[in-house]
Nanobody
Framework: VQLVESGGGLVQAGGSLRLSCAASGSTFSITALGWYRQAPGKQRELVAVITSGGGSTNYAASVKGRFTISRDTAKNTMYLQMNSLKPEDTAVYYC?????????WGQGTQVTVSS
């Protein structure tokens, strides 16, 4: 499974961004997809996850109500709509896929929120 993120950038506080994660390869084996982020000097943390069928989602408390995870199965693409962005959301955002008990990661995309 290969994952490629896009959509990061610089935005002012209160603004919005939408991240995309395009999956290729053995996508039929994916059971769950998620977004993680890592800020400078901090550990990587879970942001949101979605099951393969898209029927179940879960969010970190810090983003609940502001971020929405979704996926388009036909396009093998996952999205993260981020609204009401805060400076503390600044981080490198990584796409993650779980397939056949293996974890796969994208290269990451930088999100910077200015105050």
């Amino acid at each position: 499974v290969q994952l490629v993120e896009s959509g990061g950038g610089l935005v002012q506080a209160g603004g919005s961004l939408r991240l995309s994660c395009a999956a290729s390869g053995s996508t039929f084996s994916i059971t769950a997809l998620g977004w993680y982020r890592q800020a400078p000097g901090k550990q990587r943390e879970l942001v949101a996850v979605i099951t393969s069928g898209g029927g179940s989602t879960n969010y970190a408390a810090s983003v609940k109500g502001r971020f929405t995870i979704s996926r388009d199965t036909a396009k093998n693409t996952m999205y993260l709509q981020m609204n009401s962005l805060k400076p503390e959301d600044t981080a490198v955002y990584y796409c993650n896929a779980v397939a056949l008990l293996e974890n796969y990661w994208g290269q990451g995309t930088q999100v910077t929120v200015s105050s």
